[in-house]
């Protein structure tokens, strides 16, 4: 089994894990009963790991609709007495924070971990929100790591803090710690407690509002010994850097790393607070790690929190040791840091010049180099449904219409040829805002969301547009995985997260049974009658639903490989006029120009035969 | 700091980040010190990808902008633009095959010619290797290995602190094994590239 060592590793031994592998050893080491989750970048590997070992671990896992539905099933049962485990990307944090904010108010009894990893530099992002707001949004404590080794440690140490204090314990990482890869030294496992009772207590766990008054009370009570806490933990640490001496840093999570490696850079001494529990932070601690430094300099992604948090304690302690950090501008508030911008910082406080290589720098390439961005894969079945509307508004001289779009790999058609995503918000936005285009437009709105979007978030959306008469066509993109985040499984598969056998929900039923006038469902490899379907979806006066349906062609490509099914397609240069139509409307990866005529890679080709369907004068075919 | 920055560039679905990881998997296992840096999610659609890989006692796992000791890049156009990370002593090693992006074939930018791009690394750099890796793991008949070709001929340049016997213990741990003599094959084909020249 794939990441057996992770199940079966004892104290002492040594694996190569990336920070998101150790999050479930840490987990593991926790003596975690359950964890729930919906997959997303960067915090999806943490999913696929508890996928394959959650079974031989005696854990019990989940992907769950939304990120809201799993930390409702975590927080229940860490209310039951089981260690829970929940994890999501920052955004998804936002649709699980109504929830969240109460699991503050009613505590957990067994340990209870919210795992937020967020996406400074947005790599794989709508937006770099800084998560860390959360933990004071609703006070609860925050553990944030530099590395792998202590993504493991800092997973333990949560459950410990968060049962000790019945309170869900935050543990923030961001890109730079989940995609890390690095040593781990492993832990013992803590025996797995997979049922736990639940005794019921309304006083603490119905917060109507007679409850809920008291509950906040109670809870800034929590905070306070979590201060304490803070204070006496090791997480919190001085590392003297060089000599030490009296220039002074605060830093957190993946900063620590990048204020190491600059101060060696720059060949200067300084003295490291290195924050582990992060909120609420070891004020006292600090206060009095400024008092044997000359300035504190502190160095933080994104936003000023404990810039600001430090400066309003000095000022209401009378400290007058300058901290110095975002508000003058010497460290970045937007972006990741990295050792080359946090080593710019430091030059700038501390006056010293910057470190170029000794070999000197390299010329750059002097003109522009072709542009790489994400595409949509040869065979994508997404390019069918995104050609077909395209042709449909075309051969019904549709004036351009707004396409409201989601989030998922099918985003990827906001590029040329297709331009079919003009408006994106969120998870499940596509079809709000297809009916705020349609209400406040005369343009036709064309939405898109894929078959895992719509379960996240798209029912309740779909069944506010149908009540409320709006007209646009939704496409829902039924590829039968979660693609973009790694291929898991949503509502509409025969399989669970471990694999097991599943009920699969009809997304077309669904649409059917909620009173949807339109419901059709296509096959986006067969190009006329997709184009067909669309135009006869565009005329309906409601909400028009097409079901796209086609595997990803990743997963279609492995099967095929598997059983030894394979073809590909190839230009007949003879035929080919050059009108380069396939090139124009698929825009497939394999598709190039050469000498004017098409040609197809055969290594890229997957053998949709999309481009053959549309070649006007027939000249692709299968190779032989 | 005395480490070793390995900076890998190539296309999404071209084995980069396994590469990168036999590299980090033989360090660890032979006591050396070992950090990464991947990109995973959407850029890997046929997007560019990089890997960070740094050896030795480094807190950071990616390289600072011009501290890269040794490129690999798995495909021309890459290797150039991961040029960012070179200084003058950059030992570069790169893949010859282009992979035409769909930017070009929609008429964007030309795709530079090859031997171009070539002269250009060869002015900035130490060395250049220039590999036709993809070639190669198709004679071996097992096309997917050019990452592995790539990786002993990284070997080749002695520069990466290891024994070519600790990456292949490494590897009959991660490659099922019917594909490991081949993979044996490629490693040593490559290898053999550099060390040659």
């Known amino acids: 089994m794939k990441h057996q060592a992770l199940v079966d590793g004892k104290a002492g031994d040594h694996e190569l894990l990336l920070g998101n592998e150790a999050a479930v050893r840490g987990a593991l080491e926790a003596g975690i009963g359950v964890a729930a989750s919906y997959p997303g970048t960067p915090s999806s590997e943490i999913g696929d790991v508890f996928s394959v070992v959650a079974k031989a671990s005696g854990v019990y896992f989940e992907y769950s609709a939304n990120e809201k539905v799993a930390l409702e099933v975590a927080a229940a049962s860490a209310a039951s007495g089981v260690r829970s485990f929940t994890f999501m990307k920052h955004v998804g944090l936002n649709v699980a924070s109504d929830s969240f904010m109460t699991t503050a108010y009613i505590g957990t009894r067994a340990g209870f971990v919210v795992l937020s990893a967020d996406d400074p530099s947005t790599h794989s992002s709508q937006n770099e929100q800084d998560n860390r707001y959360y933990a004071r949004l609703a006070n609860v404590p925050m553990l944030e790591p530099s590395n792998p080794q202590e993504t493991k440690d800092y997973m333990v140490e949560a459950f410990d803090i968060s049962e000790k204090l019945e309170l869900p314990v935050l543990l923030r990482t961001t890109t730079r710690v989940a995609h890390m890869r690095g040593d781990v030294v492993f832990g013992d496992r803590r025996p797995v407690v997979r049922k736990g009772v639940f005794e019921k207590d309304p006083p603490r766990f119905v917060p109507v509002p007679a409850n809920s008054s008291k509950m906040h009370v109670k809870l800034l009570g929590k905070l306070g010994e979590a201060r304490h806490l803070s204070e006496m933990t090791s997480l919190n640490r001085i590392v003297d850097v060089g000599a030490g001496g009296r220039a002074g840093i605060v830093t957190v999570g993946s900063a620590f790393n990048y204020v190491v490696d600059a101060l060696e850079e720059l060949g200067l001494s300084a003295r490291v607070f290195k924050i582990g529990f992060s909120y609420p932070l070891p004020l006292d601690r600090i206060r009095e790690f400024a008092a044997g430094v000359d300035e504190l300099l502190v160095v933080e992604e994104l936003e000023p929190l404990m810039e600001l948090d430090i400066k309003a304690d000095f000022l209401s302690h009378g400290t007058r040791t300058p901290v110095r950090g975002k508000e003058e501008l010497l460290v970045p508030r937007v972006h990741e840091l990295n050792v080359d911008v946090v080593a710019k910082a430091l030059a700038n406080h501390f006056g010293v010049p910057l470190h170029v290589p000794a070999s000197g720098r390299v010329e750059p390439w002097s003109s522009p180099l072709p542009s790489r961005p994400p595409v949509l894969c040869p065979g994508c079945p997404h390019r069918g449904s995104y050609l077909a509307v395209r042709r449909a508004i075309r051969e019904l001289g549709i004036p351009e219409p707004v396409f409201a779009s989601d989030i998922g790999c099918y985003t990827l058609g906001m590029a040329a040829p297709f331009s079919a995503a003009d408006y994106l918000l969120s998870m499940g936005s596509s079809v709000g805002t297809a009916g705020g285009f349609e209400v406040a437009t005369d343009r036709q709105v064309f939405s898109f969301i894929g078959d895992s979007t719509f379960f996240h978030a798209g029912l309740s959306a779909l069944a506010s547009a149908i009540h409320n008469k709006h007209r646009f066509v939704l496409t829902i993109l039924d590829n039968r995985t979660t693609a973009m985040t790694g291929h898991q499984p949503n509502p509409s598969m025969l399989t669970d997260a ?96 050469s000498e004017g005529k098409a040609e197809i890679n055969e290594e890229l080709c997957d053998g949709c035969s999309v481009c053959s369907q549309i070649c006007p004068v027939h000249a692709i075919g299968v190779k032989k | 700091m005395s480490s070793l920055n390995v900076f890998v560039a190539g296309v999404g679905g071209q084995g980069i980040i396994t590469g990168a990881s036999i590299i980090a998997r033989a360090a660890i296992a032979a006591g050396v010190g070992a950090v990464m840096s991947e990109v995973h999610g959407m850029a890997q659609r046929g997007g560019s990808v990089v890997c960070d890989l740094r050896l030795g006692d480094v807190h950071s796992p990616m390289i600072p902008e011009g501290e890269a000791d040794l490129i690999i890049g798995f495909e021309p156009v890459e290797t150039v633009r991961s040029l960012t990370r070179a200084n003058h002593r950059t030992v570069v090693i790169t893949e010859v095959r282009p992979n035409i992006p769909v930017s070009v074939s929609l008429g964007g930018i030309a795709y530079p010619a090859v031997e171009g791009l070539l002269a250009y690394l060869r002015s900035q750099v130490a060395a250049v290797y220039a590999i036709p890796a993809a070639a190669i793991a198709e004679e071996i008949g097992l096309p997917q290995a050019a990452n592995v070709v790539l990786l002993g001929a990284a070997m080749g340049t002695g520069l990466i602190p290891l024994e070519l016997e600790t990456i292949r213990e490494t590897l009959s741990r991660s490659i099922p094994a019917q594909a490991l003599e081949a993979n044996f094959r490629a490693l040593q084909e490559g290898f053999e590239v550099t060390r040659k020249v």
Do not use: H
């Not at chain 1, 135009?535 to 490509?557: H, Y």
């Not at chain 1, 490989?561 to 380069?580: E, M, P």
């Open chain 1, 498 to 593: 471990v694999g097991d056998p599943a009920p699969a929900i009809s997304i077309e039923a669904v649409a059917k049974a909620m009173g949807v006038p339109f419901v059709k469902v296509i096959n986006p490899y067969r190009v006329v009658e997709a184009t067909e379907a669309y135009k006869e979806a565009a005329k309906v006066d409601g909400v028009a639903v097409i079901v796209s349906k086609q595997v990803c062609s990743l997963l279609l490509d492995r099967a095929k490989r598997a059983k030894g099914i394979w073809q590909t397609f190839q230009v007949d240069r003879g035929v080919c006029s050059g009108c380069l139509i396939c090139v124009r409307e698929a825009a497939c990866p394999a598709i190039f120009v």
